[in-house]
């Protein structure tokens, strides 16, 4: 599957359809944000039952900033609209894919349950 362009008009629609998105948060001035991008698009075409996007962080500041990215790239992994991973850095080949066996291997319903734990704790919306 082709990876597909985020912006802030098709962000929330597009996690909220999708199980699981891997996102590239990247600008095209950015040295390391270059280098990655075959990396990333070889695990595209290599995992075709996901959902990888990019963000191009200079076009879609708004989007950027409501991450709180603040290096590029950055890399989050989205499943079930939760963010399980998130974190800058350009991953070599390897690293990316153990990344997407560790979070295709993630029990959701374990995730869920410590965030509900993690809620309760801080007297967060669980809780009331």
């Given at each position: 599957?082709?990876?597909?362009?985020?912006?802030?008009?098709?962000?929330?629609?597009?996690?909220?359809?999708?199980?699981?998105?891997?996102?590239?948060?990247?600008?095209?001035?950015?040295?390391?944000?270059?280098?990655?991008?075959?990396?990333?698009?070889?695990?595209?075409?290599?995992?075709?039952?996901?959902?990888?996007?990019?963000?191009?962080?200079e076009d879609q500041q708004e989007l950027a900033a409501s991450f709180d990215i603040q290096s590029i790239p950055t890399l989050m992994v989205v499943r079930d609209e939760i963010v399980i991973y998130a974190q800058p850095g350009a991953l070599p080949q390897e690293s990316l894919e153990d990344l997407i066996r560790q979070a295709r291997e993630l029990d959701m319903d374990e995730v869920r349950k410590e965030i509900a734990k993690q809620q309760a704790e801080a007297g967060g919306p669980a809780a009331e």
């Amino acid at each position: 599957m082709p990876t597909i362009e985020l912006t802030k008009d098709n962000f929330n629609d597009t996690l909220s359809q999708n199980d699981f998105v891997l996102i590239d948060f990247w600008a095209s001035w950015c040295g390391p944000c270059r280098q990655f991008a075959p990396v990333y698009e070889q695990a595209s075409e290599k995992h075709g039952d996901l959902l990888f996007a990019k963000v191009d962080t200079e076009d879609q500041q708004e989007l950027a900033a409501s991450f709180d990215i603040q290096s590029i790239p950055t890399l989050m992994v989205v499943r079930d609209e939760i963010v399980i991973y998130a974190q800058p850095g350009a991953l070599p080949q390897e690293s990316l894919e153990d990344l997407i066996r560790q979070a295709r291997e993630l029990d959701m319903d374990e995730v869920r349950k410590e965030i509900a734990k993690q809620q309760a704790e801080a007297g967060g919306p669980a809780a009331e």
